[in-house]
């Protein structure tokens, strides 16, 4: 469940995040004048759309929703279109200076106090997918939780992580880290003739990645981990992970 509620958020539209990206409550949308003589809107998201409205200098418009480098406004006559953020960043506010657009970058990527992702890749051989959320004490240290799902050819694997991170080098838009962590594994292995028991054992773990941050709230983060699994029986079990996948940060 947790997996499947992290792919969802990062498979939402842009817009969805409007909220984060004016740092304003629905009910308390933006509204700017237009300073220049005219901006142009066209009905969809892109130069490929046609135009159809064109506001004068001087009108008000609402902010409802932003994608990419398109935004979405309505007037006071209640029209809806959308008009490139280059031309909503020569509006003004209220007070007659140029609208903040508050647009995620490397400096808000620096900044990060909580991040999200979802990535996928291998487990001892077999294919796993996992999903982790993660919340900056200071620069350089965060602490996450994990959910996997192992799929292999004899047994399908659950396991949870609870990990500390540590980037040595938070001012490089590509970064590496470390990490170290504990969490727990269930094994079930898959029907045969005699029907085997479910496994469950403690697991820990030390790895080291690379974030590269991409554009907006998103960047790519890549890892391998070394695990050891820790059984009941003379010997411990070993076994190597690595994935790579997309994450957003707030």
Request: charged share 20%.
């Amino acid at each position: 469940m947790p997996i499947a509620i992290l792919m969802f958020l990062l498979l939402l539209p842009a817009q969805s995040w409007a909220g984060w990206l004016w740092g304003q409550a629905e009910d308390d949308a933006l509204k700017v004048q237009v300073a220049e003589p005219y901006v142009s809107w066209r009905t969809g998201p892109a130069t490929g759309y046609p135009v159809f409205h064109t506001s004068e200098k001087g009108e008000w418009l609402t902010i409802l929703q932003r994608k990419t480098s398109w935004i979405k406004v309505t007037d006071t006559r209640g029209r809806e279109g959308w008009i490139a953020v280059a031309d909503i960043a020569q509006t003004v506010d209220a007070t007659g200076n140029r609208v903040d657009l508050q647009v995620p970058d490397f400096e808000a990527f620096e900044s990060r106090r909580v991040e999200a992702g979802l990535m996928m890749g291998e487990f001892d051989g077999a294919a796993v997918t996992a999903g982790y959320g993660g919340f900056w004490m200071t620069r350089n240290l965060s602490a996450e939780l994990w959910a996997s799902q192992i799929l292999g050819s004899a047994s399908e694997i659950r396991m949870v992580n609870a990990n500390l991170v540590h980037q040595p080098f938070p001012d490089w838009r590509v970064s590496p880290f470390f990490t170290l962590g504990v969490g727990h594994i269930w094994v079930d292995p898959k029907a045969t003739l005699a029907q085997p028991e479910e496994r469950d054992n403690s697991i820990g773990h030390a790895g080291l990645g690379i974030r590269a941050y991409i554009t907006d709230r998103y960047f790519i983060r890549a890892e391998v981990k070394d695990y050891k699994v820790f059984t009941t029986r003379s010997t411990n079990e070993e076994a190597t992970e690595w994935k790579i996948g997309l994450s957003i940060f707030f």
